[in-house]
T-cell receptor, first 113, second 111 residues
Framework: DAGITQSPRHKVTETGTPVTLRCHQT?????MYWYRQDPGHGLRLIHY???????DKGEVSDGYSVSRSKTEDFLLTLESATSSQTSVYFC????????????FGEGSRLTVL | QKEVEQNSGPLSVPEGAIASLNCTYS??????FFWYRQYSGKSPELIMS????GDKEDGRFTAQLNKASQYVSLLIRDSQPSDSATYLC???????????FGTGTSLTVIP
């Protein structure tokens, strides 16, 4: 258990509404990540953070923003949700080890109607 | 060009057999390599990591890395029905910050 909690776990929303997903960690890891997973595409990086207020874009960042005001929380915001953002979203932390493994939260399933 | 390529499968093996999963990657700057198992509807869970050429064994699992050929594999010995899942290969570039995943190989172990 990597001490990662995602909320909400399931959400259904309508096109054009804002959505915020929260990732909370209890182990004080510096690096946190948001991925989305879709059939045929695997896991794709949206944004990641390397410290409080330090974030960078991944390969599919358009339409998403992130914030990290505390070490333990990493928020993913969809300013105006679209149907193409229907997906399963995973938060992950990178452990401080020689290989630097990623450990994932349980995921948040988002449906945009 | 995709960073990480995996055969999507499905791969079926009988119970007790060896399952062999393969992964190639494109960036020679890749530093660390990972295998994750993902059951349907669940999050990926780490099986093994490897960063040196050669073999690394952990129980029934063996990861093999060949950096010259840009190839990493996972062998599962004495396959069990509980091993039926999708296996994801991931690489971490030398910068250490970004991880790239393959699309996964679906494995079914037939009792």
């Amino acid at each position: 258990d990597a001490g990662i909690t995602q909320s909400p776990r399931h959400k259904v929303t309508e096109t054009g509404t804002p959505v915020t997903l929260r990732c909370h960690q209890t182990e004080n890891h510096r690096y946190m990540y948001w991925y989305r997973q879709d059939p045929g595409h695997g896991l794709r990086l949206i944004h990641y953070s390397y410290g409080v207020k330090d974030t960078d874009k991944g390969e599919v960042s358009d339409g998403y923003s992130v914030s990290r005001s505390k070490t333990e929380d990493f928020l993913l915001t969809l300013e105006s949700a679209t149907s193409s953002q229907t997906s399963v979203y995973f938060c992950a932390i990178k452990r401080t080890s020689e290989a630097g493994e990623l450990f994932f939260g349980e995921g948040s399933r988002l449906t945009v109607l | 060009q995709k960073e990480v390529e995996q055969n999507s499968g499905p791969l079926s093996v009988p119970e007790g057999a060896i399952a062999s999963l393969n992964c190639t990657y494109s960036d020679r700057g890749s530093q660390s390599f990972f295998w994750y198992r993902q059951y349907s509807g669940k999050s990926p869970e780490l099986i093994m990591s490897i960063y040196s050429n050669g073999d690394k064994e952990d129980g029934r699992f063996t990861a093999q890395l060949n950096k010259a050929s840009q190839y990493v594999s996972l062998l599962i010995r004495d396959s069990q029905p509980s091993d039926s899942a999708t296996y994801l290969c991931a690489v971490n570039l030398f910068t250490g910050n970004q991880f790239y995943f393959g699309t996964g190989t679906s494995l079914t172990v037939i009792p």
